[in-house]
């Protein structure tokens, strides 16, 4: 059974740097792409970041968020600088399988999820 177990959010202030980190158990992350996605209030779950055959960012949080991998610790991480208040929201942990993924900026694409952590930026 795959695990993911996200860990690091909390409340900053606007400008305030916060890193997320994702803890994969059950399967290696080598053959995973690793995405992070932000459910905010009364809005859609979106893309905010992957890890898998390319790296890629929103580009509402390009050069701002950072995601990366460790593979001997089987974790992926988002590093998020300048926080902003429309940053606000659950940020979920996701993995997809290499081998089936077609869109890694897609939801649907992941199989598995983590219970998402709380990141609140207050202004």
């Known amino acids: 059974q795959v695990q993911l177990i996200e860990s690091g959010g909390g409340l900053v202030q606007a400008g305030d740097s916060l890193r997320l980190s994702c803890v994969v158990n059950g399967r290696t992350i080598l053959t995973l792409t690793m995405g992070w996605f932000r459910q905010s209030p009364g809005k859609e779950q979106i893309f905010v970041a992957a890890f898998g055959k390319r790296i890629t960012h929103a580009a509402s949080v390009h050069g701002r968020f950072t995601i990366s991998r460790d593979l001997s610790k089987n974790t992926v991480s988002l590093q998020m600088d300048r926080l902003k208040p429309d940053d606000t929201g659950v940020y979920f942990c996701?993995?997809?399988?290499?081998?089936?993924?077609?869109?890694?900026?897609?939801?649907?694409?992941?199989?598995?999820w983590g219970q998402g952590t709380q990141v609140t930026v207050a202004s």
């Open positions: 996701a993995g997809a399988d290499d081998s089936h993924i077609s869109d890694d900026t897609s939801k649907n694409d992941y199989i598995f």
